[in-house]
């Protein structure tokens, strides 16, 4: 078999096989294939797409380039929840204790934050003492035990899909939705995931700019998960604005924490309360959605899931006092307000740039070497729909330094202020199973 001929296959537009994708795989991890043959793929792929047969395979062909988490040592269905990614998005902190509490255990593998999205890793380490780094066995004890460990990814989970990406981002073929729904699948698989449930971002702050090419990757993704004996629901939500009023690691620790006692904010205990039912669903616990939902209803607003998350702390080393002493997680030197210079509906969040505000004061990476602060952040006063009026603050700024002129005006150039108030913003737009 030659790369060469197979990259004419694609380039005119055949299906290639699964002995074919999975020698492109293996021989590109192993250093055969040199990156401007892939490159060429890529392209050929980008321009003419891919079958669901052949994006299923390219997934299970990057899954099994690596190592394959295998959890058959806990008990109960294994279901992961994935987002792809937004501004304030702390979803997976809040349901993963709530779907712990109904007996389904949750043994994630995530990730850390690059650029304007944070990560859930990072908003972990804010915690004092807390630990990513388990033992395969020490992480198989603490989900059989608490029914809940989150750690970051092995080195060697999907290394294809890691060279490629880098490929990808090189070679303006990152938006390709086979080669985006193989990215975020193959990892799913090989993290152990037995059901998965995508929440697929779009608007301004995330990389889905519409409903449509949202539900295209949804069901692209869904299908992969039907496939390939994963059953996948995938979410669509609202990333228009940062979701709830907290961005930066320990700030969205304490807001996922308000959101357990059920106190935090309407619009993202919603998203989560429909993420936890899902996951629920699929954990075979209730069959039905409605069931679920009112079920995470009851933990969420009786803070039933609180005890779990002090166990789910202290069982990674970290400090569980923080859950009723918020104040022990770190906090900024100085809180600098943001005034609005105009009265009138905040009409549009630009969400990205109130990320890549929040990355300059040093929330979040512009290169994965960076260290990041753990207390800096902002806390958000005014979202899409509010009323302002002159010398209000839109926007609370926590930072470790007082010069924070540039940052003051990246966020009141991501905020529209309009004299007309704007509809509701919709927060779920489709379910696809």
């Known amino acids: 078999m030659r790369m060469v001929d197979l990259i004419h296959k694609k380039r005119v537009g055949e299906a290639l096989s699964e002995q074919e994708i999975t020698f492109i795989i293996n021989e590109y991890t192993t250093g055969s294939i040199p990156d ?92 004092p003492g807390f630990q990513i780094e388990l033992s395969k066995e020490a992480f198989i004890e603490a989900v059989n035990t608490n029914k809940i460990a989150i750690v970051g990814q092995s080195g060697n989970l999907a290394p294809a899909d890691k060279k490629i990406y880098a ?94 006692r059920g106190t935090g904010d309407k619009e993202l205990t919603e998203v989560a309360i429909s993420v936890a039912a899902y996951m629920a669903v699929l954990g075979k616990v209730f069959t039905s959605f409605e069931e679920a939902q009112e079920a995470v209803r009851d933990i ?47 009409n549009e969040i630009q969400a990205e740039n109130i990320g890549i505000a929040a990355m300059v004061l040093g929330a979040g990476r512009a290169k994965k070497e960076d260290l990041i602060d753990y207390a800096v952040g902002l806390t958000l006063n005014k979202k899409i729909g509010d009323a302002i009026q002159i010398g209000e603050s839109i926007c609370t700024i926590h930072a470790n330094r007082l010069d924070v002129a540039e940052v003051e005006a990246m966020i009141l150039d991501a905020y529209k202020i309009t004299s007309t108030q704007p509809a509701p913003k919709q927060l779920i737009y489709d379910v696809i199973e």
């Open 167 to 260: 490929l990808r981002d090189v070679t303006a073929t990152v938006d390709s939705i086979p080669l985006i729904a193989s990215s975020i699948m193959s990892k799913k698989i090989a993290s152990g995931a037995e059901a998965i449930v995508l929440d697929v971002k779009i608007g301004s702050g995330a990389f889905m700019k519409t409903v449509e090419d949202a539900r295209v990757l949804a069901r692209t993704m869904v299908d992969i998960g039907t496939r390939l004996n994963r059953k996948t629901i995938a979410m669509i939500t609202d990333m228009d604005q940062p979701l709830g009023r907290e961005i930066g690691n320990a700030n969205e620790i304490r807001e996922s924490i308000e959101v357990l």
């Open 36 to 127: 401007y043959q892939m490159s060429a793929f890529l392209m050929a792929t980008f321009l003419n797409g891919m079958t669901d047969e052949e994006t299923s395979f390219l997934t299970l062909a990057m899954a099994g380039s690596g190592e394959m988490i295998d959890l058959s040592a806990i008990a109960g269905v294994k279901v992961d929840k994935h987002s792809t990614g937004g501004v304030g998005d702390k979803v997976s902190l809040i349901v993963g204790p709530v779907v712990a509490s109904l007996g389904i255990p949750v043994a994630k593998m995530s990730g850390r934050g690059l650029g304007h999205t944070g990560g859930t890793l990072d908003k972990l380490e804010s915690i």
């Open 300 to 346: 969420i607003f009786k803070g039933k899931a609180l005890d779990t998350f002090k166990r789910f702390i202290a069982s990674q080393g970290g400090d569980s006092r923080v859950v009723d002493q918020p104040e022990l997680l770190p906090t900024a030197a100085y809180h600098i307000e943001v005034i609005a210079q105009q009265a009138g509906f905040i």
